[in-house]
């Protein structure tokens, strides 16, 4: 709020995923965090699910500050850990994004990043899951 960022959000509710809810929220949590803490006041950030037959995709997107190729390459790497101020000087400890992987990966999921400088972050969970009738 306090950034007045605009929140949009396309989730598919029918779908079911069997995960231990404690980790996984501490993994949704921790991305939209870090999206509002890259974003600049008055910025969009968007959550977003795509589903396949045995897969769903969960996208927190932000138009915000971005990364460099070098900085997302060794964005999950324990040895490459590097903390960075949000947009209003917001601090981390850079280890949040790594237990999100390790929290992902205990689920037989996948975490990816696609980020462009100056034009914002995209990250997604790809988490097996089972449809409910």
């Known amino acids: 709020m306090q950034k007045n960022i605009q929140h949009e959000s396309d989730i598919d509710k029918n779908i079911e995923v ?3 809810k404690a980790m996984i929220k501490t993994v ?3 991305l939209l965090s870090n999206a509002v803490k890259f974003t600049a006041d008055h910025g969009k950030i968007s959550v977003l699910t795509k589903v396949s037959s045995h897969t769903i995709e969960i996208s927190i997107k932000d138009n915000g500050i971005g990364m460099s190729k070098d900085r997302l390459d060794n964005l999950l790497k324990l040895d490459k850990i590097i903390s960075e101020k949000g947009t209003r000087g917001e ?3 850079g280890l949040g994004l790594i237990l999100c992987n390790e929290f992902v990966q205990k689920h037989n999921g996948s975490i990816k990043a696609e980020s462009e400088p100056g034009m914002g972050s995209t990250f997604t969970i790809e988490l097996p899951l089972h ?3």
Request: aromatic share 8%; no cysteine.
């Open 28 to 30: 949704l949590r921790n």
């Open 91 to 93: 601090k981390g400890s």
């Open 131 to 133: 449809h409910v009738n």
């Open 18 to 20: 069997y995960v231990d």
